[in-house]
């Protein structure tokens, strides 16, 4: 009886959480957008970009390894940010629910979140995928880079790499989760406190569903 107990309340809590994607290229603005909603809605951020960073300024072997393929503007190999993601959510079981910026970036990302999701009994309920013109991206990233100290933000080959890495590996994220019709689409352009109510809206609908 009292175990049906606690897997009732742990079911109840975990149904209850509210779990997003903020998606879009490089430069769409998901890193400044994210630190608004997580501040607006309880949520834990978890950006694999920061992820990494934080290893490169500890200088892990992993940090260091991954830094070599970010200087280039690739991807990090799947196995080492799905550690990540992985351990991140073992560590804050206590989360209301989580905003993942960043990440999924392939689809071998997306299915093994969804695993990940639904061991703790709950699951994505949003993609909120942000448009910015190319254009737009490669200034954005250009202005950042002077002020950032990102060493991928300076250089406009390794800005395009990136944003081919997108097109090539990342888009089709955004076809598996349509699947579910869980996409939509928020304007990533304008000044960012337009952009953040575009993106309280989508939210707003899934509290009141
Ligand atoms: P941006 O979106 O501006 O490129 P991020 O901070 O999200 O910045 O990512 C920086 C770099 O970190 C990426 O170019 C990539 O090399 C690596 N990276 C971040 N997240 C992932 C991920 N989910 N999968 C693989 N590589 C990643």
Redesign the pocket.
């Known amino acids: 009886m009292i175990l049906y107990y606690i897997c009732f309340f742990t079911k109840r809590q975990a149904s209850t959480m509210l779990n997003l994607i903020l998606f879009g290229?490089?430069?769409?603005g998901?890193?400044t957008q994210s630190e608004k909603l997580i501040r607006k809605y309880g949520l834990k951020h978890l950006?694999?970009?920061?992820l990494?960073?934080s290893e490169i300024a500890s200088q892990t072997v992993l940090g260091l390894e991954?830094k070599k393929?970010?200087d280039r503007?690739?991807?990090?190999?799947?196995e080492?940010?799905i550690g990540m993601i992985s351990s991140a959510l073992e560590s804050n079981p206590q989360a209301k629910g989580f905003l993942f910026?960043?990440?999924?970036?392939?689809s071998a990302?997306a299915e093994a979140l969804d695993r990940l999701l639904e061991l703790k009994n709950t699951g994505i309920n949003k993609m909120i995928a942000m448009q910015v013109s190319e254009e737009e991206l490669v200034s954005r990233?250009l202005k950042r880079g002077m002020t950032s100290g990102r060493s991928?933000?300076n250089n406009e080959g390794v800005i395009r790499a990136?944003i081919a890495?997108y097109h090539n590996k990342t888009a089709a994220v955004a076809d598996y989760y349509q699947k579910f019709g869980k996409v939509v689409s928020v304007k990533g352009e304008g000044n960012v406190d337009e952009i953040f109510e575009g993106l309280c809206k989508e939210i707003d609908e899934v509290l009141v569903a």
């Open positions: 290229p490089p430069g769409s998901k890193g950006s694999t970009g920061d990494l960073r991954a393929l970010m503007g690739q991807l990090v190999p799947d080492v940010v910026d960043g990440f999924p970036r392939t990302q990233l991928d933000d990136r890495e």
